[in-house]
């Protein structure tokens, strides 16, 4: 009988975990505000590491509980100091989603505009993306793809690719981590840096 018990008990306690809650709760059609920090390296030959933080705000559009897909405003600001520089990093990206089937899986696809400024030299970029999203109760990881066309002539486009994953303790907070992939083709003001790499822990708040 206390072995029935514990059995019973366990399985309850996974199930509030990953059995979807609301529907599941991930990052896109979400409000919520995040912030996060940790490890930045660039290389160029000779590598570096630094460190990093950043916040980001996204806010859903009008939701239709029978649209097909949905639309998100994310905004995201960024610095780092890596090679004894001050890095920002801000951009504003809309995107479009398809709402999760019973496999909890979302697309989505998003354009925007930014600005870096890599402290001796800085440029405005359209960032263009992709990926897919799969939710399970409280578990969500966002992995994609993002182009970056740079608007100033001296500077190279590059691309990143990586993922975004979350943890709701509850409906209203809960733990973030990221990891990406930066392939900057020789970015000139940074020293002719090929790559970066970013790995990062933070919180995120829904409202």
């Known amino acids: 009988m206390k072995t029935t018990t514990l059995g019973i008990c366990a399985v309850m306690a996974l199930g509030t975990v990953l059995v979807p809650h609301a529907a599941g709760q991930g990052l896109l059609g979400e409000r919520y505000l995040s912030v996060d920090g940790g490890w930045e390296r660039l290389e160029n030959g000779d590598s570096d590491d630094g460190w990093g933080a950043g916040a980001t705000v996204n806010i859903p559009g009008p939701r239709d509980p029978l649209a097909a897909f949905g ?22 990206v809309i995107r479009a989603y398809t709402m999760p089937g019973e496999a909890g899986i979302r697309a989505f696809v998003g354009a925007g505009f930014g600005w870096v400024d890599y402290d001796l030299d800085d440029t405005t970029y359209v960032p263009v993306e992709g990926g897919i999203e799969l939710t399970v109760g409280r578990f969500s990881v966002l992995p994609y793809y993002r182009y970056i066309f740079a608007l100033d002539s001296a ?18 907070w809960g733990f973030t981590a990221s990891f990406e992939y930066r392939d900057l083709d020789d970015v000139d003001v940074l020293g002719g840096v090929d790559t970066g790499w970013s790995a990062r822990a933070g919180l995120i708040f829904s409202f």
């Not at 639309?71 to 504003?92: C, E, H, N, P, S």
């Not at 500077?155 to 303790?169: C, E, I, K, P, Q």
């Open 71 to 92: 639309m998100d405003l994310a905004i995201r600001g960024d610095y780092m100091d890596v090679f004894d520089r001050d890095i920002i990093d801000v951009d504003g």
């Open 155 to 172: 500077f190279d486009d590059y691309w990143a690719a990586g993922a975004n994953g979350v943890f709701w303790v509850d409906e209203i």
